[in-house]
Every structure is written in structure tokens, then in C-alpha cells.
């Protein structure tokens, strides 16, 4: 069975992917049959050879969660179906859920911190004394 699924290239922390059609029993860096189109994440920037997609897709080969949802976005699927395909602009560039709750947890934290900083700064200058039991 042939796969269409992302072949990993570039450096450590900077990603890269092809796009690829490849033997589903290949490793993720095994030969491939076709490279269709690329990927870059950090830059939010897909690349795909629509033709070669469709014919890859007509032929039988099962896509990957991840390259189906990069085919949805550039409207590859719509015209696979018969429908007019329509590349969405910011399908990529939304933050995703995980993303959104880490930056709120530091929003949240950050905003505690001033307002103990903005608490102590408006009392009359003194720290509050510690109190030792004896």
C-alpha cells in the first residue's frame, strides 16, 4: 500500500518535510516512490504539486492525519472531490490549543507578579514584619 506522509529533513529544532509518496512498510527516511510537494513549519509555507497529488490520491494512496489536513488547507481535496479548491491564507497560522494555554499561564502568572509588586509598592514603603513563635 502506498502512503503520501511527511519525510523529516533539515537540521535539530529547525524542521523541514517533504511531502512524499512511499511504500507503507519504509521506514519515515526510506526511499521514496514520488516527492510531491514540502512543508516548513517554522515558516508556515506548504509547496504542492496538486497534479501529482490527485494522481497519487486516484491511484489509491492513503494520506497521513497530517498531510490530509495540509491537503485541506490548500484546497487539494476540494479538487480531488470534483469541488473548486480554495487555498485558506491563515490556515496555518493559527495557534493551536496547546500553544494558547501555555502563553495564557504565563499572561496569568506575569500579571499575579505585578499585582503583588503594584500591592507592596503602595503600602506606606514598610515590608510587613515576620513573625517568629517563641
Do not use: C
Not at 7 to 31: C, E
Not at 56 to 81: D, P, Y
Amino acid at each position: 500500500m502506498v502512503k503520501l506522509r511527511l519525510k523529516r529533513l533539515g537540521k535539530k529544532k529547525q524542521p523541514f518535510y517533504r511531502i512524499v509518496a512511499i511504500h507503507s512498510t519504509l521506514s519515515r527516511q526510506g526511499r521514496a516512490l514520488d516527492q510531491i510537494g514540502t512543508y516548513n513549519p517554522q515558516h508556515s509555507a506548504v509547496n504542492i504539486n496538486e497534479e501529482s497529488a490527485i494522481q497519487w490520491l486516484n491511484r489509491g494512496a492513503v494520506m497521513t492525519e497530517t498531510v490530509e489536513a495540509l491537503f485541506r488547507s490548500q484546497g487539494v481535496l476540494a479538487k480531488w472531490k470534483g469541488f473548486e479548491g480554495v487555498e485558506r491564507k491563515n490556515a496555518l497560522t493559527k495557534d493551536k490549543p496547546k500553544r494558547r494555554r501555555k502563553l495564557s499561564g504565563i499572561s496569568v502568572t506575569s500579571a499575579t507578579e505585578q499585582n503583588t509588586e503594584d500591592k507592596t509598592s503602595e503600602d506606606d514603603g514598610t515590608q510587613p514584619e515576620e513573625t517568629t513563635e517563641e
